[in-house]
């Protein structure tokens, strides 16, 4: 693929030249897509997504040289941020945030506002809130969601599903908090 | 999407989730941030220093002339010091006068040019090239004594020069062994340019 291949060369001169232009390069073509997935996983906080950028490239260039391009350099980034973003959460949180409750809700039949539904994600708990955004967002498979999260394949389908229905209660709730339990 | 119907995504979920927004570009000041923190750990260069080029010895004599002539136009403008410190060197750059490379022909001199042109881009302060053909005399004590001077006949000659900026000798070599002069036979000589400065 063309774009593989633009950030192979890149990456290359990168590390055989310490090249600033290279690596600024690199840095402009997958930070926005970086900082958005960072600040979705964030519940939204600006600061804490850009410190999160900022670790997520200092990791990615001291493990550049060992990276084999087995997969896409996104789908390398993408890791190495979602596990900054882990890292930072509990920094500020002291730890994963329990899981929320999952009455029924029924399936979302009108149109969505997408403010509405950025709000209602931020508010979902960490776990059900990486998940969702892996997969319905990022459209990773369960199987790569469950090698990023050390999770068994089908604790990430339940998880979604679950991440899913507490999406609909909050949708359904008009925007409302709900209590995590 | 997932294993039990009663929990796919409506098409109302489905057309909301694929309308947010997968990019949003992070504050500019936020590159320059991270740029200088690599470079305090030593991860990232601000110029490219590299080693030595694989490809010195892939050819003794390219015509200079014919590569200095479209070298002129290509040249970049100058950007201002990066930092106070460095000080500024320069590259004299000699050619060689001897046959061309076997590999190398007149169709391949745009991408010489442009080799050129981008190494200015990222390197170099300044730069001219010298004329080749006449006005180029020696004066000996007020006498012209013109044999002193080194012209495209000859086997070596002065055709133009870099001025690049570097804390020390040493990263000065640095920079100018990246300079693709050398790959097509050239030689440099680097010197400091004298801080006249108060």
């Given at each position: 693929?063309?774009e593989s291949?633009?950030?192979?060369?890149l990456?290359?001169?990168?590390?055989?030249?310490?090249?600033e232009g290279?690596f600024?390069?690199?840095?402009?073509r997958?930070s926005?897509r970086?900082?958005q997935?960072?600040?979705r996983?964030?519940?939204?906080?600006?600061?804490?997504?850009e410190?999160?950028?900022q670790?997520?490239?200092?990791?990615?260039?001291?493990r550049l040289?060992?990276?084999?391009?087995?997969?896409s350099?996104?789908?390398?980034l993408?890791?190495?941020?979602l596990?900054?973003a882990?890292?930072?959460?509990?920094?500020?949180?002291?730890?994963e945030?329990?899981?929320?409750?999952?009455?029924a809700?029924?399936?979302v039949?009108r149109?969505?506002?997408?403010?509405?539904?950025?709000?209602?994600?931020?508010?979902?708990?960490?776990?059900?809130?990486?998940v969702?955004?892996?997969?319905d967002?990022?459209?990773?498979t369960?199987e790569e969601?469950a090698?990023?999260?050390?999770?068994?394949?089908?604790?990430?389908?339940?998880?979604?599903?679950r991440?899913?229905?507490?999406?609909r209660v909050?949708?359904?709730?008009?925007?409302?908090?709900?209590?995590?339990? | 999407m997932?294993?039990?119907?009663?929990?796919?995504?409506?098409?109302?979920?489905?057309?909301?989730?694929?309308?947010?927004?997968?990019e949003?570009?992070?504050?500019?000041?936020?590159e320059?941030?991270?740029?200088a923190?690599?470079?305090?750990?030593?991860l990232?260069h601000?110029?490219?220093?590299?080693?030595?080029?694989?490809?010195?010895?892939?050819?003794?004599?390219?015509?200079a002339?014919?590569?200095?002539?479209?070298?002129?136009?290509?040249?970049?403008?100058p950007?201002?010091p990066?930092?106070?410190p460095?000080?500024?060197?320069?590259?004299?750059?000699?050619e060689?006068?001897?046959?061309?490379?076997?590999?190398?022909?007149e169709?391949?001199?745009?991408?010489?040019?442009e080799?050129y042109r981008?190494?200015?881009r990222?390197?170099?302060?300044?730069?001219e090239?010298?004329?080749?053909r006449?006005?180029?005399?020696?004066?000996?004590?007020g006498?012209?004594?013109?044999?002193?001077?080194?012209?495209?006949?000859?086997a070596?000659y002065?055709?133009?020069?870099?001025?690049?900026?570097a804390?020390?000798?040493e990263?000065?070599r640095?920079?100018a062994?990246?300079?693709?002069h050398?790959?097509?036979g050239?030689?440099?000589?680097?010197?400091?340019?004298?801080?006249?400065?108060?």
């Amino acid at each position: 693929m063309e774009e593989s291949l633009e950030d192979r060369r890149l990456a290359l001169a990168f590390l055989e030249r310490g090249d600033e232009g290279a690596f600024r390069a690199l840095y402009r073509r997958h930070s926005p897509r970086l900082n958005q997935f960072l600040l979705r996983l964030l519940g939204g906080r600006e600061r804490d997504a850009e410190d999160a950028l900022q670790e997520t490239w200092m990791r990615a260039v001291e493990r550049l040289r060992q990276f084999r391009w087995e997969s896409s350099l996104r789908t390398w980034l993408g890791g190495i941020a979602l596990n900054c973003a882990r890292e930072r959460r509990r920094q500020d949180e002291g730890g994963e945030a329990s899981e929320m409750g999952e009455a029924a809700a029924p399936h979302v039949e009108r149109e969505i506002d997408v403010d509405r539904l950025e709000g209602a994600i931020a508010g979902l708990p960490d776990g059900f809130r990486e998940v969702l955004v892996l997969h319905d967002v990022e459209e990773r498979t369960h199987e790569e969601i469950a090698q990023m999260l050390g999770i068994a394949v089908g604790t990430s389908k339940s998880q979604l599903s679950r991440a899913r229905r507490a999406l609909r209660v909050r949708l359904g709730e008009g925007g409302h908090e709900q209590q995590a339990v | 999407m997932n294993s039990k119907p009663s929990e796919e995504l409506s098409p109302q979920e489905q057309r909301a989730l694929a309308a947010l927004p997968r990019e949003r570009a992070p504050r500019p000041e936020l590159e320059e941030r991270v740029v200088a923190a690599l470079q305090a750990r030593g991860l990232l260069h601000r110029h490219r220093p590299g080693g030595v080029r694989r490809w010195i010895g892939l050819a003794a004599g390219l015509a200079a002339a014919f590569l200095l002539g479209y070298w002129l136009g290509a040249r970049r403008e100058p950007e201002p010091p990066p930092q106070p410190p460095l000080g500024q060197w320069l590259l004299l750059l000699y050619e060689n006068q001897g046959p061309w490379p076997a590999d190398l022909t007149e169709a391949d001199m745009p991408r010489i040019v442009e080799e050129y042109r981008s190494w200015a881009r990222e390197n170099a302060v300044g730069g001219e090239r010298l004329e080749l053909r006449g006005n180029r005399i020696s004066l000996v004590a007020g006498e012209i004594d013109s044999q002193i001077v080194p012209g495209p006949e000859d086997a070596l000659y002065l055709g133009g020069f870099f001025v690049i900026q570097a804390q020390n000798l040493e990263q000065a070599r640095t920079i100018a062994e990246t300079c693709p002069h050398l790959k097509y036979g050239g030689i440099i000589e680097i010197r400091e340019i004298a801080d006249m400065t108060e």
